[in-house]
């Protein structure tokens, strides 16, 4: 339509007789990625702490002391390392924000690559499961014990697996800046 002095700011129908072209490819994929790959890891999250949860009493190990690795249920009412202890308002608050940001995250991912999804995912999954415990419980199941080192779950580990993913696979698939070459460097037009 041609713009004229009568037209200007006036609305034009839009024509929606012609449905939105079916997802194909790269774009039905990513969301199954992403998706799966959070749902996958709060599932496991949720399943291994309700077995430890009803299978030991808190601060009971199995098996005994002489293994490197136990399985060990412990509670944690802060965050990571044991920081933050019974700031549980704050730290739900936080988690909430988080997640909106790892959503933002995958929907404008910093790099182009299958891995990207599924990292994302990892890290929505694990702190969806951390944040559901903290929620409904107050406190966040720890279990996987190594000697010397604080006890922690599936989430905690699925986020550390998820982040150093990202940071690795950014720096290997991000798209490169643009350098000048030798040719145009320093010509100023």
């Known amino acids: 339509m041609e713009r004229t002095r009568a037209n200007i700011g006036v609305m034009?129908?839009?024509?929606?007789?012609?449905?939105?072209?079916?997802?194909?490819?790269w774009s039905l994929v990513k969301p199954l990625l992403f998706w799966g790959a959070a749902l996958t890891v709060f599932t496991l999250d949720q399943v291994t702490k309700a077995i430890v949860r009803a299978s030991l009493e808190k601060g009971e190990s199995w098996p005994d002391a002489d293994w490197p690795v136990r399985i060990r249920y412990v509670t944690n009412t802060g965050a990571a390392f044991g920081i933050l202890q019974d700031q549980t308002v704050f730290l739900v608050v936080m988690a909430c924000i988080g997640l909106a940001a790892i959503y933002l995250y995958y929907r404008y991912p910093p790099f182009d690559h299958p891995i990207a999804p599924v990292a994302i995912g990892m890290m929505l999954g694990g702190a969806a499961g951390n944040l559901f415990d903290r929620i409904r419980l107050g406190e966040v199941t720890d279990f996987i014990d190594f000697p010397s080192y604080p006890a922690f779950n599936v989430a905690d580990s699925s986020l550390t697996i998820a982040i150093t993913t990202v940071i690795v696979g950014y720096l290997v698939f991000a798209p490169k800046p643009n350098t000048p070459t030798d040719e145009n460097a320093g010509a100023d037009g």
């Open 12 to 25: 034009q129908p839009v024509d929606v007789s012609e449905p939105a072209p079916p997802k194909t490819g």
